[in-house]
């Protein structure tokens, strides 16, 4: 319908503009697993429509566009690419070139960036039965699609499926499993979208995990496409198409692995309600405790000014009472130093009225021998050893 309802064929035509915005609409809702989900279970009233993403075709756009595109890319905004619209149009008219492809042999080559490389492959009755693996890598790292082309009655082909590549350790592959059970496709999480919400991104982590379409493929002679997918350069690949029957142990484990995935979706949705709720109690608990923290510090700091005003020494109570609700600073040592100073040059001086001969003598012995003055210690600033004529 994109075909045959495209602008470029379809000049002032609002008809055939509104089929072809409805087909596109359609498309993103069926290949996007979230929208498909909800398409499923409410229709189309559970989709907005303004917030579709479109998929580009990147043999539309110029030179500055694909730069643009390739940008947004690097940066992890998701750029959404579609086969071109010529590379679909010829296999509709069946004017592609067909390379055999033989079971068991591997193919490497190199497509040039938006474009395609057809291949068909010929199966037997039991080859069909004990199921088809088809499978593609580079090396190189290339973004490509694995394509796979129902014919049609003309003699043209049909896109049916479409897998992109996706990147497993030190490459990227993309693989199609017909082994006459339901196979799943996995689809990544947005990576931007994961960095902003990683909660969220966890328990929709696995949502991308929906089955194909296709799960077996009959006697007779079917087609795949590898389609570079690139910004700007060709995609160097290996494509690689294998009977199941030597794999029947790989296969069960495929099966129980992929029922296991099915059932800890379900235990994700489960679990995610009973997180939200611990967390939130979590949050609220961890909320107390830093005011809990604050109060008892609080406390203890008025504590520790009320013990310091027990004291007759003016000096001490203005230090006590202007401190009183100040925390450290980093000019606070220094005011202390100070205050040690003015103590020191108060208590050198004598504290009752006595001779002047005793005084000056006290003095000068002070002078004469410093290091036998006693180191007085310290309390909160309160000095222990007291004057024992004054009164207590």
Not at 41 to 66: C, K, M, P, R, Y
Not at 133 to 139: F, K, L, P, W
Not at 344 to 352: A, W
Request: glycine residues 4%.
């Amino acid at each position: 319908m994109a075909l045959k309802y495209h602008p470029d064929k379809n000049a002032d035509d609002p008809v055939a503009s509104e089929k072809f915005q409805e087909a596109t609409f359609s498309y993103n809702i069926l290949s996007d697993p979230d929208k498909r989900r909800q398409y499923d279970s409410s229709g189309f009233e559970a989709i907005e429509a303004d917030g579709q993403e479109l998929e580009l075709d990147l043999s539309s756009l110029n030179t500055v566009n694909t730069v643009f595109a390739a940008l947004f890319s690097k940066l992890g905004v998701p750029i959404k690419t579609t086969v071109s619209a010529t590379v679909l149009e010829e296999a509709l008219n069946g004017s592609v070139e067909i390379s055999q492809l033989q079971l068991g042999k591997s193919v490497c080559r190199k497509v040039e960036k938006q474009t395609a490389h057809f291949y068909s492959v010929d199966i037997t009755d039991k080859e069909a039965k004990m199921g088809l693996v088809c499978r593609v890598h580079s090396t190189a790292k290339s973004k490509f699609k694995l394509l796979y082309f129902e014919p049609e009655d003309n003699g043209g082909l049909s896109l049916a499926l479409q897998e992109d590549s996706a990147k497993t350790e030190k490459v990227t592959s993309a693989g199609m499993f017909f082994l006459g059970f339901p196979v799943y496709r996995f689809e990544q999480n947005n990576s931007a979208a994961a960095a902003k919400d990683p909660d969220s991104a966890f328990f929709k982590r696995l949502d991308g995990f929906q089955p194909c379409e296709v799960n077996e493929l009959k006697a007779g002679t079917h087609y795949f496409a590898v389609y570079g997918d690139n910004f700007f350069k060709s995609a160097s690949y290996t494509i690689e198409v294998v009977c199941a029957e030597p794999f029947s142990a790989e296969k069960e484990r495929l099966r129980s692995v992929e029922a296991k995935i099915i059932a800890k979706r379900s235990e994700l949705s489960k679990f995610e309600s009973e997180y939200r709720e611990v967390l939130a109690k979590f949050t609220e608990m961890t909320s107390r405790y830093a005011q809990e923290m604050q109060t008892i510090d609080e406390l203890l700091k008025e504590r520790n000014t009320i013990h310091a005003s027990y004291t007759n020494n003016p000096t001490l109570q203005r230090s006590s009472s202007s401190s009183k609700g100040k925390s450290p600073s980093k000019g606070s040592k220094s005011e202390d130093d100070q205050t040690v100073k003015k103590e020191k040059k108060s208590k050198s001086q004598p504290m009752e009225e006595g001779s002047r001969s005793d005084d000056e003598a006290t003095k000068n012995k002070k002078e004469k021998k410093p290091k036998d003055r006693i180191r007085r210690k310290k309390w909160f600033n309160i000095h222990l050893k007291v004057d024992k004529r004054r009164p207590c």
